[in-house]
């Protein structure tokens, strides 16, 4: 498995045909064969405004994250990639452009984050951002390029702990602090939509052989998720 997170595309959903005031619609992201073919064929008929600029949104979202993970990293705060990007470290393509991030609650810190975020351009309401930590479990800043950053706090005694087992891991290129494949699966059977579902299934096939069975039974049955994640077992064939 690569240790460099890349977004993958999946496929295609639907293109409507391109003429008169009728746009180019994509259910998903293409990939780079596709994007060429749709690229030469657009830029035939004129209609290559039309197309989204899918290589420089990645680059972006590479940009965005490498700056906030360097910001946690001067402000010294514990965290930990959850999310779409750690579902893409462990093995589940999908395209994403939110960066999900687990960090402890202490308000020292958070102000310290929010002051060098802030001179690194991240856009946030600093009283309000303070308010929801107090009340709270989840605040979200903005870059200039329109890119959402989650913080998740960690304020219960399960994500403490998921924040106390979280692994190094290089994602982007630089090394990082990401979630392990247990709490992945964990989050995901808490949400249980299907797209989370199928992911539960992608990373007990991959990772069948590295999990740490006795720790993920356990709070699986803590959380009364013992039997959907026997269901997920059986359907992965693990």
Not at 32 to 57: H, I, Q, W, Y
Not at 124 to 146: C, D, I, M, Q
Request: overall charge positive; hydrophobic content about 40%.
């Amino acid at each position: 498995m690569s240790e460099v997170y890349e977004p993958v595309a999946e496929k295609v959903k639907s293109l409507k045909k391109l003429s008169g005031s009728t746009t180019a619609k994509m259910g998903a992201e293409v990939s780079d064969a596709m994007l060429r073919v749709l690229t030469s064929s657009l830029k035939r008929r004129g209609r290559l405004r039309e197309l989204r600029p899918l290589g420089r949104a990645k680059m972006s979202y590479e940009k965005v994250s490498k700056k906030i993970l360097r910001v946690l990293r001067e402000a010294k705060i514990p965290y930990m990639i959850v999310g779409g990007l750690a579902a893409n470290y462990y093995g589940c393509p999908r395209a994403t452009y939110d960066l999900d991030l687990v960090i402890e609650p202490e308000e020292a810190g958070i102000r310290k984050l929010l002051k060098l975020a802030g001179q690194a351009g991240f856009r946030f309401h600093e009283k309000e951002v303070l308010l929801l930590t107090r009340a709270g479990n989840r605040f979200v800043v903005e870059s200039p390029e329109k890119y959402r950053v989650d913080f998740w706090l960690a304020k219960t005694s399960l994500e403490r702990e998921m924040l106390a087992r979280r692994r190094r891991a290089k994602v982007f290129g630089i090394p990082v602090w990401i979630c392990r494949p247990e709490d992945l699966i964990l989050q995901k059977l808490r949400s249980a939509r299907p797209r989370d579902l199928e992911d539960v299934q992608a990373i007990l096939a991959r990772w069948s052989d590295g999990l740490d069975k006795k720790y993920l039974n356990r709070r699986a049955t803590e959380l009364g998720l013992a039997r959907l994640l026997e269901e997920q077992r059986k359907l992965a064939q693990v």
